[in-house]
């Protein structure tokens, strides 16, 4: 079962737009919410980060928009670039039977064109 | 620079072969994951371990066991490898506590013939 639900699986978008990337959870333990930008032939890497107590986050031209009671949020990019084209995924932590565990979901790859 | 190193970038291995995959990291890091990735399943959680010789199986363990004899080391084993493992595995690590990053390593892509 996927505990993290992410959508959409792939997304095109032209060069100044803002794609937006959506994931849902049902577990209520989850304390933290990252999301990972992972390039061809590279690991993922953490892109941005938030807990819900807070309802939006910012570094540079990545948002998170966080909705704790329908226990949802988005990564939205702000007059994407190119390099900016790779698969993100967004994630969830919990401390389950004493252990910090992360789920990640399906991942969206993006591709910015010129 | 923080680093989790996979000892291979490529492998391909034989059908019922023993296969082992090690990774190393220089954090001092308490957690170590494996994780699977595959188009479309998103990065799957093989098996965890919170302390040496300390681990526990996460959502496909099933054809897969695990070793970490010390901190920075941990090691993915496939016990007679199968084509339905062929995938890129991801070693990472994480220190304590629920808000910490996790850094991956760069992947071993493994195909089973």
């Known amino acids: 079962q996927q505990q993290v639900k992410q959508s959409p699986q792939s997304l095109i978008v032209q060069k100044g737009g803002i794609p937006i990337i959506n994931c849902a959870y049902e577990?209520?333990?989850?304390?933290?919410f990252p999301w990972y930008q992972q390039f061809p032939g590279k690991g993922p890497a953490l892109l941005i980060a938030?807990?819900?107590?807070?309802s939006e986050k910012k570094e540079g031209r990545f948002t998170i928009s966080f909705n704790k009671s329908a226990k949802q949020f988005s990564l939205h990019i702000m007059d994407s670039q190119p390099g900016d084209s790779a698969t993100y995924f967004c994630a969830a932590s919990t401390r389950s039977g004493g252990y910090n565990k992360l789920i990640f979901g399906a991942g969206t790859r993006l591709a910015v064109h010129p | 620079d923080v680093k989790v190193t996979q000892s291979s970038r490529y492998l391909v291995k034989r059908t019922g072969e023993k296969v082992f995959l090690e990774c190393v990291q220089d954090m001092d890091h308490e957690n170590m994951f494996w994780y699977r990735q595959d188009p479309g399943l998103g990065l799957r959680l093989i098996y965890f371990s919170y302390d040496v010789k300390m681990k526990e199986k996460g959502d496909i363990p099933e054809g897969y066991s695990v070793s970490r004899e010390k901190k920075e080391r941990f090691s993915l084993i496939l016990e007679s490898a199968s084509t339905n493992q062929t995938s890129m595995y991801l070693c990472?690590?994480?220190?304590?506590?629920?808000?910490?990053?996790?850094?991956f390593g760069q992947g071993t892509r493994l195909t089973v013939v």
């Open positions: 938030i807990r819900p107590d807070v």
């Open positions: 577990n209520t333990a989850f304390d933290y």
């Open positions: 990472a690590s994480r220190g304590r506590g629920t808000g910490t990053e996790a850094f």
